[in-house]
């Protein structure tokens, strides 16, 4: 059983452009329990999570609008800069390259002593990333440092929040003292979540919220935040120790991550191979890297089908807020007698029908349900009636039916 509770509509300022006033637009809800299939249908209707809250941008109003990607990661083919990124990870370990010391390079500019750990394009990513891990290091060529990765269900431990708190304190400029433990296991521990067997009891973790570890010297040197879900692998959060930044931790991760989601597609399903990198905004250099990683696609706000970016972005060079679908298309999501401007993809609350309602389920104790339209406040609140009738709009009866609203 799915079980959220409802927030409805809010607006505050935004963490990208950082404009005066309350210039973010979203929908939200609370998330108690949540499928996998439940997330996953709703990430590809536009959602996102942060914990256990989960949201939904109105694009058409927002000052940076967000709009969710994805990566085709069995058709992504690294260019010489993620290549490079790779390289001079795996040269650390090797220890053929040190951040205070430039490469020896002879008279013709090439290196004097060649590494054994260089990317060879005759091999997969998967191969080239994964070689210098602990268990795969040669016993002919011994490394100088040691180096692991672990994905792990999320957990709170003390190595792991005394990171993210020298993290967000070094990198987000926040105040010692305001991280706190708690703020770290609701961001990035609590999730709404439960693990899920793989299909046919194939080998992994299988589905749910985990930890990707990096470990070196057995010190954790940074740590994904990931969702594995039944069509995708979705990058959450990452988070580094600073003292590492030299190794270009970040453009590393999402390397690593792709490499992550072509293993599943490959050891346990073909729908496995997309990569979710989060929200693409296009006029944020801080989120419009990732259309950098090709092939990648944008959600459609209106349809929910997905376009190919380099198409997107050449009408988002032009427009804040665009339906790829209808590209000429101006937005306008307010009808005659609307009180508020429909979010796009959404429907008007006027168009809810009757068995919508009886479809939408409350929880009365336990695992007892009733139909929100068996409530004395159905009928005798219009206020109540306008809740429900607005999250069915918002969410989408095909999904509404799949959850539990829990007052």
Known sequence: MSRISLTGRSNHSCGYCHSDGDTSYTYGMWAHALTCADYQALIDRGWRRSGQYLY??????????????????NGFKPSKGHRKVINKFNRFVEGSWKPTKEDEMDKDGKQQHLSKVNYDTKKSLIENINLVE????????????KFEVVLEPSSVTKEKFELYRKYQVHIHHDEFD?????SFKRFLVDSPLKLERFPDNKPGQGYGSFHQKYILDGKLIAVAVLDVLPKCTSSVYFLYDPDYSFLGLGKYSALREISLAQELSQSVSNELHWYYM?????????????????PSDLLD????????????????DKKKFAVFSEPDKEWNGQQQGDEEDRIPGTLHK???????VDNTHVLLKKTQTAPVSALVGWYDSSEFRDIILEYIAVVGPDLTKRLVIDF
């Open 178 to 182: 305001d991280v706190s433990e708690r």
């Open 301 to 316: 706000a209106e349809t929910y089908q997905w376009y190919p970016i380099n198409e997107c972005t050449k009408l988002l």
């Open 350 to 356: 006027s168009k809810v029908k009757a068995r919508d």
């Open 134 to 145: 602990k268990d795969k290091e040669p016993t002919e060529h011994p490394y100088e440092h």
């Open 56 to 73: 939904k941008p109105d694009l058409s109003k927002s000052c940076c609008p967000q709009y969710t990607i994805r990566l085709d990661a």
């Open 278 to 294: 989060g929200f693409y905004i296009h006029s944020c250099p801080k989120m419009n890297y990732k259309g950098g990683y090709q």
